[in-house]
T-cell receptor
Framework: GAVVSQHPSRVICKSGTSVKIECRSL??????MFWYRQFPKQSLMLMAT?????????EQGVEKDKFLINHASLTLSTLTVTSAHPEDSSFYIC?????????????FGEGSRLTVL | EDKVVQSPLSLVVHEGDTVTLNCSYE??????LLWYKQEKKAPTFLFML????IEKKSGRLSSILDKKELFSILNITATQTGDSAVYLC???????????????FGQGTILTVHP
């Protein structure tokens, strides 16, 4: 079964609204989670690294005020797309690494498909 | 800047065919290369390669790494329709620390297997 859960799996919203996506590690603690974005027919692009108890670190070109990340507990990170616009429509995927294991045990969530009308 | 390039970008075959997917990379502080399979949702892990010349196998899938040529291939023999997916190649961006898990992905190869 899934060890990293994302919710919601699909969301449709109006332009200008904010949308929150949750990423949970189900049976392990993750001090670090990663948020990726995938546009249709393109690969995954890392957006930011979510750090439990501290600020997220964003990749170049990703607006931190646009994509708010909160990692308030060892099992939950949230990504909030603020004032969403149609160009933010994308597939958002989180991943988490189980402590003590190599990158081979990097688990991905099922993804959240955002459509902004 | 780390770079991962996959080829071909798409491939259409018939059941029973054998396919070879390619991945080349340029990365500082190379540690490993990863292959994932993505079917509509999140990627699922296939292989992690760290050493040159050692083939990893899982059923009909196998993969090998050439660290001298900065290249990896993923082979699928006797393809089935269920192999239809996007195959992604990725390398970690850093050698360690809390950032271990930041991956640079290639563009992916879209494999379509017809009955």
């Amino acid at each position: 079964g899934a060890v990293v859960s994302q919710h919601p799996s699909r969301v449709i919203c109006k332009s200008g609204t904010s949308v929150k996506i949750e990423c949970r590690s189900l049976d392990f603690q993750a001090t670090t989670m990663f948020w990726y974005r995938q546009f249709p027919k393109q690969s995954l692009m890392l957006m930011a690294t979510s750090n439990e108890g501290s600020k997220a670190t964003y990749e170049q070109g990703v607006e931190k005020d646009k994509f708010l990340i909160n990692h308030a507990s060892l099992t939950l990170s949230t990504l909030t797309v603020t004032s969403a616009h149609p160009e933010d429509s994308s597939f958002y995927i989180c991943s988490a690494r189980r402590q003590g294991l190599g990158t081979g045990e990097l688990f991905f969530g099922e993804g959240s498909r955002l459509t902004v009308l | 800047e780390d770079k991962v390039v996959q080829s071909p970008l798409s491939l259409v075959v018939h059941e029973g065919d054998t396919v070879t997917l390619n991945c080349s990379y340029e990365v500082t502080n190379f540690r490993s290369l990863l292959w994932y399979k993505q079917e509509k949702k999140a990627p699922t892990f296939l292989f992690m390669l760290t050493s040159s010349g050692i083939e990893k196998k899982s059923g009909r899938l196998s993969s090998i790494l050439d660290k001298k040529e900065l290249f990896s291939i993923l082979n699928i023999t006797a393809t089935q329709t269920g192999d239809s997916a996007v195959y992604l190649c990725a390398v970690p961006q850093n050698a360690g620390g809390t950032s271990y898990g930041k991956l640079t992905f290639g563009q992916g190869t879209i494999l379509t297997v017809h009955p």
